[in-house]
């Protein structure tokens, strides 16, 4: 796998995470957050609770897929993605409207709220 290809799936795993983590067990949120939040490596996960390398892997690739099942059934991260594009393209329009200034500034300072809140 690219070095491109690994941060993608890190970005993706942990907005998944974010969007997921509480119906997440324990132990998957725990390695997932060692893993990719704070960059250990298997062997360090498996050292640090005295298991194999294999089994950390195991339990990074389950909660992975449960992460990517979740998103199947509720779609909460592909719906953030759309809001963002839709968000970033009235953002656009505003600008670029005829609209005075200070209504351009009122209707920004929503869509900053509106993005704050994701």
Sequence with gaps: ??????????????????FYELLLTEKQQTFLKYYFHDDFS??????????????????????????????EKLGLLKKYERRVQELEKLRELVNASAIAQDR????????????AWE
């Design 104 to 115: 351009k500034t009122d209707i920004n300072d929503i869509v900053d709220q509106l993005e």
């Design 42 to 71: 298997l062997g360090e996960i498996a050292a640090e609770f005295e298991i194999s390398r294999q089994a950390v892997y195991e339990h990074i690739k389950r909660a992975e897929q449960v992460l990517e099942q979740y998103e």
């Design 1 to 18: 796998m690219s070095q491109e290809n690994r941060l993608e799936k890190t970005n993706r795993i942990n907005l998944l995470f974010d």
